[in-house]
């Protein structure tokens, strides 16, 4: 309102009533008095002790999952980088004594052919050479409500020997799962796919994608590539990987791609970078483990990934969940950079 349109002389009740009616004119948008700003920023890392985090958004929602170790839990959020006050739900534990009952890790969640699947990494208790996928099941349009049943273990039927770290992605009107495996007598971890038949059953021959071939992909008691997860962009498929034992600070990010509408099930198809994509850095000690997801109003691409706050913490409870945006380079793969420090203040996620 301006003023000088008001008559020139003013009773005290009508000045009163000229300087409300101006005060009104920012509508909605004042804050209560003594209501704090909301934050525009947040900090890595988001919680204080999550391993292996995964995202998967639908709706509107994001729901996080991580390691514990002897559960499966879901975090459901609107806001990715109010994470940390998000309400916890424990989906589902096994049977004493079952052979999945013991070394829970690494679950994912997909929504696939209208209910939702839990994949995740299990066994009886010898994560040396007992782990082996499973999968869950739930109709519930809610995953963190509704009944979780067992679908069984996830193998070929050929080829039934260590595995972990299964995910899920389609190409080409097929699905195909990827997970971290070993040959027969051999610890060394590979990457290998397989079609999908449905959402619990394989169908065809593992096949073998990668294996720890530099020196970058070996640091540790054993050589590994693990972790895998894929994004699509540009038309194109990138199969990014943990390289080298979590137990090192070296543990870092490997990248595959495979070009257009290539079989992903031929191996020579996919190109894998000699130079790791994602390493240690400010504070971020063996980054891995990784995930991907779109900021709330899907103009922006975030990694999530673990990190130890301090060298030589191991492959524990104390890796936590970090996130930070990244961008594509001219060649149409993902650039990461380098990983945000530890208490820096980043801008939220667009549309938070």
């Given amino acids: 309102m301006l003023f000088s349109s008001l008559p020139r002389q003013l ?7 000229a300087l ?34 995964w995202v998967y958004q639908k709706d509107g929602t994001y729901y996080f999952l991580i390691t514990t170790g002897g559960d499966v839990r879901i975090r459901k959020t609107a806001k990715m980088s109010e994470l940390a006050a998000a309400p916890v739900t424990v989906v589902w534990k096994p ?10 890790w690494a679950p994912e969640l997909h929504f696939l052919d209208g209910k939702w699947y839990i994949y995740f990494t299990a066994g009886p208790g010898n994560c040396c050479g007992g782990q082996r996928l499973w999968v869950l099941e739930n109709a519930s349009p809610d995953p963190t409500q509704g009944t979780w049943t067992e679908k069984g273990r996830l193998y070929t039927q050929a080829d039934d020997y260590w595995a972990i770290d299964g995910t899920v992605f389609e190409q080409g009107g097929k699905r195909y799962l990827l997970w971290s495996g070993q040959r027969a007598g051999d610890n060394t971890q590979r990457i290998f796919i397989a079609e999908m038949r449905n959402p619990w059953t394989l169908t065809g021959a593992r096949v073998e994608l990668s294996e720890p071939q530099y020196a970058w ?20 498929t990138f199969l990014l990987y943990s ?20 079989d992903p099930l031929v191996a020579s198809n996919w190109t894998k970078s000699a130079t790791p994509v994602f390493v240690q850095g400010a504070g971020a000690y063996g980054p891995g483990h990784n995930g991907f997801f779109k900021s709330k109003d899907g103009r922006e691409d975030w990694l999530i990934y673990h990190a130890n706050n301090q060298p030589n913490q191991g492959c524990g409870d104390l890796r936590n969940p970090r996130m930070q945006k990244f961008t594509w380079n001219a060649d149409g793969s993902p650039h990461f950079g380098a990983p945000a420090a530890v208490g820096a203040a980043l801008p939220r996620p667009s549309g938070e």
């Fill in 11 to 17: 009773t005290p009740a009508l000045l009163a009533l």
């Fill in 243 to 262: 390289a080298s034992h979590c137990g090192t600070d070296y543990y870092g990010l490997g990248q595959l791609r495979l070009r257009g509408t290539a």
């Fill in 95 to 104: 049977a004493p004594n079952a052979p999945n009952a013991r070394d829970i």
């Fill in 217 to 236: 992909e070996k640091y540790g008691a054993v050589p590994v590539n693990e972790g895998p997860e894929i994004i699509q962009h540009g038309g194109d």
């Fill in 20 to 53: 409300a009616l101006g005060g009104c004119a920012t509508g909605g948008s004042r804050r209560p008095l003594g209501a704090p700003p909301a934050l525009a920023t947040f900090t890595n890392p988001l919680l204080p002790s999550g391993p292996d985090p």
